[in-house]
Every structure is written in structure tokens, then in C-alpha cells.
């Protein structure tokens, strides 16, 4: 039963991928098809200004596919904008690999996007056909068989074997259409030989620094919490116990209020406290783990919030606490900007990395500079090495995408 429901999952996961990668084998026909035609059309200099834009237009494309196997898989860095100097451009090897990626991913991919939607297309179709195989008459034939006039139940329940066997075909072929879709990209597009070194380093020394910078922000904001809140209530303890010692022999009375305000100042000062160390990091995780530290914060959102969490084993204590944050800033945001009426949360674990989806049907028009928290939470994602996609549009939804790296 486990093999069967691993091979299920497998075969979802692909045709997920293929449905992903036949739209970028759409863009990429797309694309491979203008940059011939701007070519083409260079050979009588007529072409030459729209050359750069081409060129631009192949990778975008390409990036969007960097940006699809990287969700996938080992994610694959982007290069930057095309240089804009033709001549460079032309020289650029980043620029020569997209350009025999397009031509490869616009027939591969799209023959294997193609089949693969089309398996389990056939199968619904065919496992269903003995329920409404009477809707049709007997000259119209089986559903892609034409030839074969269906007369009766048993003919039908032929049809709904040869189903099954598209089903079979679907969970058995379905990963290797995948894998084969994907191969150019995996091939072409990741950094030549020699430049991946450079662009990784890059890459740390950002890293490095954004995650200097969460780590100040947060001591900024555990300093602020104890110095305006934390210390405050201990130096009224202290005045308050000052009091009740000078009052206690001339006015017993009022001393034992004047103590009464002091036990009440130091619990506020003991729940302040507790609110800094969650802050740091939640104890819930260590009790009761990630799906139910979620669950907590799913519970208590204003706005109705549905959770999914697939994750069979812990990671490590530093990426739940980034993945509870994250979840936690996601539903303050849609509470207090998004005038949304739902949220779902997803988070599962792939491929050695934990994946984070927060989605809400409000009104979107997300804006990182509007201090809504999208900031801090890119820095303190950028901090793990994590990757944050944010999509936002006027009118909503807004979908948020974070990916951390959770080892093996």
C-alpha cells in the first residue's frame, strides 16, 4: 500500500511538472520562433535594432524555467539582465546555451508536455465511457477508436480496460516524461563551466550579508522590547518596593497597596519576558512540532485559514522557527491589508527543501516598501539561504512562495 500510494504521488508530482514545463515549452516555441524571424531578418540589417529584444525575450523565457526546476529541484541561479551591446550579447555563453535550450525545451518540451496531459486524459475518459458510452450512437465508435462501433455494456467495459491500461501507462511513464522535459533545462541552463564558481560566491557574500542584517534587526528588536517594555516594569517594580519598605511602619495599609502594584508590575514584566523568548524562538515548536505550531497559528487568524502540512520528519530547529515566522507575518499581513474572506497555507518538504505557499482571495496589490513585513520576512528567508517569490496583483490573489533548504 505504501509503494502504491508513493507511486500515485510520484505520478501527480510529474504531471504537475509537465503541465508547469508545457507552458514554458509554449513560451519557449514562442520565442524561438520571434528570434528566428528577427535573424532572418538581420541578414538585410533590417533586424539588427530588434536583435537585443530577442535576445532579452529568450531569457526571460529561460529564466522562467530556471525558476520552475529550481522549485523542483537544485536551483539553478539566473545570470542577470543580457548585456546590451549586440556584439557582447552575442558573445555571452549564458546567451548561446538559452538559445539551444529554446530550440530543444520548444520540441521536447512540448512533445512530453503534451503527452503527458494527454495520459490521464485518456484514462478518465475511458475508465468512465461504460457510464455514458449510451450518450453516443454505436456508429460514432470508442472514444480515439472510430472503428470500433460499441454495441453494447461488455464493449463498453472493454474500453474501460484499455482506461486502465492509460491509467498503468500514466503512473509508470508519467515520471519519465518528466525527467525528459526537464533534461535540457537541467543541461543548458545552469552556469557554464568556470562561472558557476563566481556567481556562487556572489550569491554567499549576498547571503552573508542579508543575513548579518536580519540578525541586527532582530537584536534591535529584542534590545527595544527589553529596554521599553521589559525594563521599564522592573524599575517600577523597584520604585513601587521602595515605597512599600518606607511605608510599611508609618502606614501598613498603604504599603500592602503599594506592594499589590508591585506584584502586578513584576507579572506584567514576567509576560513580556515570555513574549521576548517567543520571540526568539517559539517553545510550541519543541512541544508540539511544526504541524502544530501551525495549527495554533491557523486557529487563531481572524480570517478562516485552511493548513496542509506534509512534512514526515523534523527539520532542523533554526528552518522550523523561519517557516513559523514566516506563516505568522503571512497571516498578520492578511489580517490587517488583504480584506480577504480566506487563506490557505501549505507546507510540505521536498526534495530536501521546505516549501511554504500562503495564498489569500483578497484584494492583492502586495507592496514590500509599504512596511508590511514582506522586508523582514525576504531577510530573514535570504538569511537560510532561502529563496521568497511574491505574487500580488491588482484585484488579488496574492500567493506567496517560500522555499528554505532543510537538508536531506
Known amino acids: ?43 538585410v540589417w533590417v533586424g539588427l535594432p530588434a536583435a537585443p529584444g530577442a535576445l532579452r525575450v529568450v531569457r526571460a523565457t529561460a529564466d522562467r524555467e530556471r525558476a520552475r526546476l529550481s522549485r523542483w529541484g537544485t536551483p539553478i541561479p539566473t545570470p542577470g539582465p543580457v548585456p546590451t551591446a549586440l556584439p557582447v550579447a552575442v558573445r555571452d555563453p549564458f546567451v548561446r ?17 503534451l503527452i503527458g496531459l494527454a495520459l490521464p486524459l485518456y484514462a478518465v475518459q475511458d475508465i468512465t ?30 474500453v474501460g480496460l484499455l482506461g486502465l491500461g492509460w491509467l498503468i501507462a500514466t503512473v509508470t511513464v508519467g515520471p519519465a516524461l518528466a525527467r525528459l522535459q526537464a533534461r535540457p533545462g537541467r543541461w543548458l541552463l545552469p552556469p557554464p563551466p568556470g562561472i558557476d564558481l563566481s556567481l556562487r560566491v556572489a550569491e554567499l557574500t549576498a547571503t552573508r550579508a ?45 504599603a500592602d497597596e503599594i506592594l499589590g502594584r508591585a506584584q502586578d508590575a513584576a507579572e506584567q514584566a514576567l509576560g513580556e519576558l515570555r513574549t521576548v523568548v517567543r520571540g526568539i524562538l517559539p517553545p510550541v515548536l519543541d512541544d508540539r512540532g511544526l504541524a502544530g505550531a501551525l495549527a495554533g497559528l491557523a486557529g487563531g487568524c481572524a480570517v478562516p485559514c485552511r493548513l496542509t502540512v506534509d512534512v514526515p520528519v523534523r527539520c532542523a530547529a533554526s528552518v522550523e522557527a523561519t517557516a ?28 530536501g527543501r521546505l516549501l511554504v505557499t500562503v495564498t489569500d482571495d483578497g484584494h492583492g496589490d502586495a507592496d514590500e516598501t509599504r512596511g508590511s513585513g514582506l522586508t523582514g520576512i525576504r531577510r530573514r528567508v535570504g538569511a537560510y539561504d532561502g529563496r521568497m517569490t511574491l505574487t500580488s496583483p491588482a484585484g488579488g490573489p496574492t500567493r506567496m512562495e517560500v522555499e528554505l533548504p532543510c537538508g536531506s
Do not use: K
Open 1 to 43: 500500500m505504501t509503494h502504491l500510494r508513493d507511486r500515485a504521488r510520484a505520478a501527480v508530482d510529474a504531471l504537475e511538472h509537465l503541465v508547469g514545463g508545457l507552458g514554458t515549452a509554449l513560451l519557449a516555441l514562442a520565442a524561438l520562433l520571434w528570434t528566428v524571424f528577427v535573424a532572418t531578418a538581420c541578414l
Open 97 to 113: 546555451r538559452e538559445l539551444g535550450w529554446v530550440a530543444l525545451h520548444a520540441v521536447t518540451g512540448l512533445c512530453s508536455g
Open 129 to 158: 465511457f461504460p457510464l455514458w458510452y449510451r450518450l453516443l450512437p454505436a456508429e460514432a465508435g470508442a472514444p480515439g477508436i472510430v472503428w470500433w462501433h460499441i454495441h453494447g455494456l461488455a464493449e463498453a467495459l472493454l
Open 210 to 254: 542579508a543575513a548579518l542584517d536580519a540578525h541586527a534587526v532582530e537584536l534591535r528588536r529584542i534590545e527595544r522590547s527589553l529596554h521599553d517594555g521589559t525594563q521599564n516594569r522592573l524599575v517600577a517594580v523597584n520604585v513601587l518596593l521602595g515605597a512599600a519598605r518606607r511605608a510599611v511602619r508609618r502606614d501598613p495599609d498603604r
Open 324 to 351: 513559523y515566522f514566516v506563516v505568522a507575518e503571512a497571516l498578520t499581513n492578511v489580517v490587517r491589508h488583504s480584506d480577504a474572506g480566506r487563506v490557505d497555507v501549505t507546507v510540505r518538504r521536498r526534495q
